[in-house]
C-alpha cells in the first residue's frame, strides 16, 4: 500500500499493522508526532479503515440543547460559560422556560435534548428526576442526553444515595444516554491544572462504568488543545479503549479542541493554548486506529471546527457530525467559529459534497433516517 510513497520505516510498519489490528500505545505516541510525509499515509489509512468498518455513511442527529443554568460552583479554566450565583448574566430555567426550548426544538424535528448546564450547588437527584420526567412526560418520543459525571456524582452525595441507586433513578426517570463531558483529558496532572474542582480520573470512570452497568450508554469525549501532552492523548484515549473493552457502552468517541480565546486560562497569560490543524486530523487518524470498530463511530464536532474544517476532518477516520445543536451555549461563550446551530441541509451537502451519503440517526445508533 505504501511501496511509492516517500515514508519512513517505522511508520510504514506501525501503518501496516493497523490494517488488520489496533495500534499499541507506543505506536499511538509515534504516529501523534508524524510530520511531512509521513502524515498524508497516516490520514488515509484511517480514512481507509473508517471506510472499512462503518462504509461511507456520514451520521448526524436533529438535536437541541437545553442549558438549564450557567450558575456553577466548579471553576474550570478552560469553560467562559459558567457563572457565580451572584453574577449579573447567572440564570436558572424554570419548568415554563425549560418546555419553551424544548417545543420549539421539536417543532423543528428534534430527535434528542442534550440537557446540560452548570454544576448547582444544591441540585439533589430529585432535581434531576424532576427535570427529565417534565421532558419526558410532555415529549415521551424524544431522548434525553444529559447531565455529567460531575453533576451525578454531587447528585447522589447530596441525596445520601449510591451512584449505582443514582443511576438507576436517572434511567428510571428518562435518562438516555450520558454526555462525555467531565472527561476532558483523563491525567490527573491535567486536571489539577485545568479542572481540579471535577471529578478525578478514577472517579470519572466509576461513575462511568456505573452508568452503563444500569444500561445507560453514552459518549467519550477528549478536551484537547490546552495544558496536556501529546503522550496524555494518546493515554486519554486507551483508558475510554480499555474501558470500552469492559463495558461496550460508549456509542462514539468525540474528539474536541479546545477553543481557547475567551478560557480564563488564556486571559491570565497562558498564550501557548490550542490545538493545530495538522494535531486536530493526527488525532482523529490516531483515534480510529487505536479503536478501530471497538468505538465504530467518531464524531467531528463542526461547532468546535467551523464547517469547512469539520468537513476535512471526515477524511481523517471519522464518520459522525454530532448533531444541528440548536442553543449550544457552552460553545457559544467559547468563540464558535461557525455558530451553534446548523440545519440538516447544511450538514448534508457538507457530506454529499465528500462523495459519501447523508444519514440522520437516534441517540444510540440504532435507528438511521436517509436523507435525499
Known sequence: MFDKLPISSETEKILTKSLDEEISVEEANHLMNVKGADLYPLLATADFLRSKIVGNDVTFINNCNINFTNVCIVRCGFCAFGKDADDPEAYILNDEQILAKAHGAVENGAR????????????????????????KD???KVAIHGYSPTMIRD???????????????????????LPGTAAEILTDRSRELICPEKVSVAEWIDIVKTAHEVGIPGSATIMYGHVETLEERVEHIDIIRRLQEETQGFTEF?????????SPIFLEGQRNLGATGTEDLKLYAVSRLMFRDLIPNIQVSWVKMGFRFAQVSLTAGANDLGGTLGGDELSEASGAPDGVEASIETLAKMVKNLGRNPIERNSKYTEFYPIG
Not at 156 to 175: T, V, Y
Request: aromatic share 10%; glycine share 8%; proline share 5%.
Open 155 to 177: 447528585a447522589c452525595d447530596l441525596s445520601g444515595i449510591s451512584l449505582s441507586e443514582g443511576c438507576e433513578r436517572l434511567k428510571d426517570a428518562g435518562l438516555d444516554t
Open 254 to 262: 468525540i474528539p474536541m479542541t479546545f477553543m481557547h480565546e475567551y
Open 112 to 135: 434528542e435534548f442534550t440537557l446540560m448546564g452548570g454544576v448547582l450547588p444544591n441540585a439533589d437527584i430529585d432535581y434531576y428526576e424532576h427535570l427529565l420526567s417534565l421532558l
Open 138 to 140: 410532555n415529549y415521551p
